[in-house]
């Protein structure tokens, strides 16, 4: 209690004063005084040159920039500065009886009246972004050396353990070498919950790497064009743009609280020079783009360099403007807010391979979308039951096929798969084939429907197969065969004897993802302790990885690890008595051609590559 | 697995035979996972609880026989109960686990159910010992067909409805002379429960005490319920050797055949709008009398009699419940209007 008071003390300090004094030179000097949170200036900060050989560098955890805005490790942390976000203070005729059940944040925070809530508040926060975004794009290219500050993942710093591995002296070919390339995140122990990475994604030529947090933010990682002078730099991801994609709401109608929460992201395919992206957190989905700029116009006859209006009098000639290079600028805004298509809360994203709709489930229902139309949606799946008590099965996940933009799949929670295509009806409520694997009786238990329930469902990018996560098991499926799993891998059997605890502390709902490699010959998959594991496909080998701090040390090849379940355990082996339940890997992303992958271990991203098959197997 | 199971029967005595819920037993120093598991996990905040729940999980586990079984199914039925109230204030509740969750406590409800249809068989007293066993051997084939609740098996006779599990009050008055003056004090006066009923604790007050102590301490409800446990785990290991002990595990099941009017269904009526609270699909179908959750023999006295694989943990994690027994924890986050309404429907039925 006294620690926490102790933060909330400079915390509040600042809040109180920026309100107080918003006009003040020095709430003012970064962002307009109502955007005033860091966070909402994406890309604010110099980002940090990638040119540098990590080793040159000072330390795992580089300096912070003194001059950063709002870059103390905690002082005015994202959160501070929401008070300061649009939403006229909640008249006090409301506070009454509502204000004693919001506990958390709603001191903190202004609430507009119900009725003007939500799209106020999206509109409010977007504003917010989309200014600073437009104005404040950060000086991205020869910035001064070390602020490899990313705002990224609040109290993260930005690190790059990257290491040169002049190509070690080969393990097991099909086991990979894979050795950590970089890690961006703080290595305190306290880990705030809005920086735990919730999603991430690469996006369909590999080049960017886009991860979502708790705090409903989104970095974007570029990476860095290969330089014959550091060929070491190779596959080195920079932060490229940082920014708030959601904002936490309260729904009056419930009473409940909608998360900020960055629940999946998706790319769109590259169309122009710019880039966009889908981010959604429980109910509301938004599409942003991504553009650079690096030239700016100059010589206006009207215009100073400021921009401000020439006294006309002095105007005595004419010129034509000419566009002049400029520090590369970021900019992200918000092109569409796809709000209010979901009761329950969205599970996953798809964008159809037609490039101009996606679709978007939730617990109960499957809509589809256009791009370009925010107001109206397509219902496409439905298994409500006109009865709320006849509830049994939910919706876990659903996508798109690679290349028949008619077919998409979804799971569920007792653990089938059912593909559906869009042209049998407009309304998919009768599945075109349902994918289920019959129980094995000899595992039966009262968790089975429990661990059956399949957390994430990908195609493979050949559109042949599909794969799917449940708790213990991952899954290939031939889209050709319904009755069962093609192949069955066993992600950590080890812990099938200790369901009934996993159950207690709520372990067995985790939601693990899964990843093909470019070439579908390779899955991967997250376990717990910070483990992550890979099946070769063709050569039947498995491996399990871990991603830490202190086994990955930037020039070694990760060590496979090994979890022993009897009492023969050899040295290194841990046993699975001492594994970190809390450490979980949930979110996995394999670059799309090639052997580099992104793990997000809490609020850790950690990319590793694998040097020696940098090819596709 | 049925034949696993019908091995167990002959084999109940012997610790290491291949058992249903064998799997979960933990392979390892006991207790020490789940204390690493618990320890760290962010869900839970309260220490003593986590400790008390873990004597409450391990203890059931390292029993050898059927009864193991029941106890792991109640110890299941209580955890799914606890987490439905347990998610975090003001936020929804993910579905898919409550669905999850709710499947859950249908199946063993569903499972209760085709047990009770057998209980009319076996005569209240003088039970040979391997009667109990029997009547647990038709649970998990009554278990095993998980993935098609509605299509459940027959084969024991038909799915009976509710009142046909009704024990039969000689069982009901057999309880008193386990519900030793000793019990567990339950933290709520139980000035609600019916005067028909027997004085001691029934499913019906031990319900409405389960629903006061959710409340503001509900300590001393785990305490309880891993008293009750642990009791039954060592009555059911002592029933093994001892001529009393059947009769003894057989009083505790016939408990959880009590059925009556009050139950948790009440809740169902708290939810107003489908799409706006999750409150109407919990409980939709659940009927929690089927299962007690309150002791109703006395831990003190069993503890002596604690088998000595478990008997150090369960002391250990019964300990801190002795000294300090209402605790203000409060692991059930319930809303008090909430309860205020439920309480509300059950004075007013």
New interface residues.
């Given amino acids: 209690r006294l620690a926490e008071a102790a933060n909330a003390g400079p915390v509040g300090g600042v809040e109180r004063d920026a309100s107080v004094r918003g006009d003040s030179p020095s709430a003012s000097t970064h962002t307009p005084p109502r955007a005033r949170a860091p966070r909402l200036s994406p890309g604010a900060l110099p980002r940090a040159p990638g040119s540098t050989p990590c080793d040159q560098r000072p330390g795992i955890l580089a300096p912070r920039p003194p001059s950063a805005p709002g870059a103390a490790p905690r002082a005015p942390h994202p959160r501070s500065g929401r008070s300061l976000l649009g939403a006229p203070p909640r008249p006090p005729a409301r506070a009454g009886s509502r204000a004693r059940?919001?506990?958390?944040r709603s001191g903190r925070r202004a609430r507009p009246p119900a009725a003007a809530r939500r799209t106020p508040v999206a509109v409010a926060a977007c504003g917010a972004a989309h200014g600073p975004a437009a104005g404040l794009a950060s000086p991205r290219a020869p910035a001064p050396r070390p602020p490899p500050r990313a705002r990224a993942h609040a109290p993260l710093l930005f690190c790059q353990l990257t290491a040169p591995p002049p190509r070690p002296a080969a393990p097991a070919a099909d086991q990979g070498s894979w050795c950590l390339c970089q890690l961006n995140g703080a290595a305190d122990l306290e880990v705030s919950e809005a920086d735990i990475i919730s999603t991430v994604e690469f996006n369909h030529t590999g080049e960017l790497l886009a991860t979502g947090d708790k705090g409903g933010r989104v970095v974007i990682f570029q990476r860095e064009p290969e330089s014959k002078n550091a060929p070491h730099s190779q596959g080195e991801y920079d932060v490229y743009s940082t920014f708030q994609s959601h904002e936490p709401e309260f729904d009056y109608?419930?009473?409940?609280?909608i998360?900020e929460k960055i629940n999946k992201i998706k790319w769109l395919p590259q169309q122009n020079a710019a880039h966009s992206l889908l981010s959604t957190n429980?109910k509301t989905i938004k599409l942003w783009k991504i553009t650079e700029r690096d030239k700016r116009p100059e010589g206006y006859n009207l215009k100073d360099e400021e921009g401000k209006l020439k006294d006309l009098s002095t105007v005595t000639s004419l010129q034509v403007p000419v566009l002049k290079p400029m520090d590369l600028m970021v900019e992200v805004s918000p092109r569409r807010i796809f709000a209010n298509g979901h009761?329950?809360?969205i599970?996953s994203i798809s964008v159809n391979s037609d490039c101009e709709t996606y679709m978007s489930a939730d617990?109960?229902r499957i809509n589809l979308w256009h791009l370009a139309i925010t107001d109206r949606s397509f219902n496409i799946v439905d298994i409500k039951p006109a009865?709320?008590?006849d509830?049994?099965?939910?919706i876990?996940a659903s996508e798109f096929h690679p290349h028949h933009c008619n077919l998409f799949v979804y799971s569920s929670?007792?653990g089938s798969l059912r593909l559906c295509d869009m042209r049998a009806a407009a309304l998919c409520d009768k599945h075109s084939k349902l994918f289920e694997e019959p129980?094995d009786?000899?595992n039966?238990?009262?968790f089975?429907?429990?661990i059956s329930?399949v957390s994430d469902v990908k195609f493979s990018h050949s559109g042949r197969y599909m794969l799917t996560r449940d708790y213990l098991t991952v899954k290939v499926w031939d889209l050709n065969m319904e009755a069962r799993p093609i192949e069955t891998y066993q992600v950590h059997d080890y812990l099938?004897?200790?369901?009934?605890?996993?159950?207690?502390?709520?372990?067995i709902?985790d939601k693990f993802e899964c990843a093909w490699n470019g070439s579908d010959s390779v899955i991967m998959t997250g376990a717990y302790n910070n483990f992550f594991r890979m099946f070769d496909r063709n050569t039947k080998r498995d491996v399990t990885l871990e991603a830490s701090r202190e086994s990955s040390k930037p020039r070694a090849v990760l060590k496979p690890r090994r979890v022993c379940?009897?009492g023969k355990r050899r040295r290194d082996d841990i046993?699975?008595?001492?594994l970190?339940?809390?450490k979980k890997i949930l979110h996995t992303a394999w670059h799309p051609a090639e052997n580099i992958i992104a793990i997000a271990a809490t609020n850790n991203l950690y990319i590793f590559q694998d040097k020696v098959n940098s090819e596709m197997h | 697995m049925g034949i696993k199971t019908r091995v167990s029967l002959d084999s109940r005595l012997s610790p290491s035979h291949p058992e249903f819920f064998e799997r979960m037993k933990p392979q390892s120093p006991k207790g020490s996972f789940v204390r690493y598991m618990l320890g760290k996990g962010g869900k839970r905040k309260f220490d003593e609880h986590e400790d008390g729940l873990e004597g409450k999980i391990m203890s059931p586990c390292d029993g050898p026989s059927k009864v193991s079984y029941t106890l792991q199914r109640q110890t299941i039925f209580n955890i799914s109960l606890m987490k439905l109230y347990n998610h975090r204030p003001l936020t929804e509740p993910s579905l898919q686990k409550t669905v999850l969750i709710n499947n859950m406590l249908r199946r063993i409800q569903e499972e209760l159910k085709q047990e009770g249809s057998l209980r009319p068989v076996f005569t209240p007293s003088s039970q040979p010992t391997t009667e109990p066993s029997d009547s647990y051997r038709e649970a998990p084939p009554a278990f095993s067909h998980l993935a098609s609740p509605s299509a459940h098996p027959c084969d024991l006779g038909s799915t009976t409805p509710l009142e046909a599990c009704l024990t039969p009050a000689s069982l009901l008055e057999d309880d008193d002379t386990f519900c030793t003056p000793q019990a567990m004090q339950p933290a709520a006066p139980t000035k609600l429960s019916p005067p028909a009923l027997p004085p001691e604790k029934d499913s019906f007050s031990s319900a409405l005490d389960e629903i006061e102590e959710l409340c503001p301490t509900s300590t001393s409800t785990e305490a309880a319920a891993a008293a009750t446990d642990s009791a039954k785990g060592t009555s059911s290991e002592a029933g093994a050797q001892k001529p009393e002990g059947p009769q003894e595990s057989r009083a505790d099941d016939s408990k959880l055949m009590d059925s009556l009017p009050g139950n948790f269904e009440i809740m169902t009526s708290t939810g107003f709008l489908t799409d706006l609270t999750l409150d109407d699909i919990l409980f939709a179908d659940i009927d929690t009398s089927m299962y007690d959750f309150d002791p109703c023999t006395s831990a003190s006295g069993t503890a002596s009699k604690m088998a000595p694989v478990s008997a150090d943990d369960l002391l250990k994690t019964l300990a801190p419940y002795s000294s300090q027994p209402v605790a203000p924890s409060q692991p059930f986050k319930m809303d008090l209007t909430e309860l205020d309404h439920i309480m509300e429907v059950l004075v007013g039925s």
Avoid: A, Q, W
């Fill in positions: 059940r919001r506990r958390r109608l419930k009473s409940l609280e998360e429980d009761t329950y809360h599970n617990d109960l009865n709320m008590e509830l049994t099965e939910v876990t929670s007792k129980e009786p000899s039966r238990s009262f089975s429907e429990i329930s099938r004897s200790k369901l009934c605890s996993l159950y207690e502390n709520d372990c709902f379940v009897g046993s699975v008595d001492s970190d339940f809390t």
